[in-house]
């Protein structure tokens, strides 16, 4: 399966304690993104790689969230002192930007997520 | 001004009918426009996308129509089958940043047989 894979699929913690998720993109692909997203709404922007470079953080992460991508392949997102808050489902996905003629085009592949729940 | 607007939340469809999800932007550079399918516990899967320089788009039994001076967009699934029941997102970015995307809320679908 060429696809994007994040592993854990699932996990249940305790308030306090440290969690790590990691995505593996699609091997070509050069841009990453993490999405977090809450039962009954859209997935929302956390923060995104190009290559091993992370370019921006939305104020969705918080300073006990940590995201790297340290050799520009997969990448992990880290919740320190989790909350219950923190429960979601966090997606990664990844894109490669071509050119169609003139415009450029990026269409980004999600994949099947970690589901947090923090007890 | 980032936020994509999506109704409505739900939709009910007897099967062989049209289903109808619309989306509203503000942001004005916003120039890629993603539909995502979505079923419980899995990842979002893309449907299919238009840029604002067209007015439709179609593939298959899914049509993207564009309305760029209202700054609004549709999704219509023609001939809706039961296996089309799932939540369905619109989705918008700019090439002139960072290339995220702004989800709208979603639209959960049921195809009744």
């Known amino acids: 399966d060429t696809g994007v894979s994040q592993d854990p699929r699932h996990k249940i913690t305790k308030r306090g304690q440290n969690v790590t998720f990691r995505c593996d993109p699609i091997?070509?692909?050069?841009?990453l993104y993490w999405y977090r997203q809450t039962l009954g709404q859209g997935p929302e922007f956390l923060t995104y790689?190009?290559?091993?470079?992370?370019?921006?953080k939305s104020r969705l992460l918080s300073d006990r969230f940590s995201a790297e991508r340290p050799k520009g392949s997969f990448s992990t997102l880290e919740i320190q002192r989790t909350e219950q808050g923190d429960s979601a489902m966090y997606l990664c996905?990844?894109?490669?930007?071509?050119?169609?003629?003139?415009?450029?085009?990026?269409?980004?592949?999600f994949g099947p997520g970690t589901r947090l729940l923090v007890l | 001004q980032q936020q994509v607007k999506q109704s409505p939340q739900s939709l009910i469809v007897q099967k062989g009918g049209i289903s109808i999800i619309n989306c509203a932007y503000e942001?004005?550079?916003?120039?890629?426009f993603p539909w995502y399918q979505q079923f419980p516990g899995k990842g979002p899967a893309l449907l299919i996308a238009?840029?604002?320089?067209?007015s439709e788009k179609k593939e298959g039994r899914f049509t993207i129509s564009f309305n760029k001076s209202a700054k609004q967009f549709s999704l219509h699934i023609m001939d809706s089958q039961p296996g089309d029941s799932a939540t369905y997102f619109c989705?918008?970015?700019?090439?002139?940043?960072?290339?995220?995307?702004?989800f709208g809320t979603g639209t959960r679908l049921k195809v009744l047989a």
């Open positions: 996905a990844s894109s490669l930007g071509t050119f169609r003629g003139p415009r450029y085009q990026e269409t980004q592949y």
């Open positions: 790689f190009q290559n091993e470079a992370q370019l921006e």
């Open positions: 091997s070509e692909h050069n841009r």
């Open positions: 989705a918008a970015s700019s090439v002139s940043g960072t290339y995220k995307y702004i």
């Open positions: 942001n004005t550079a916003f120039d890629y």
């Open positions: 238009i840029r604002p320089d067209v």
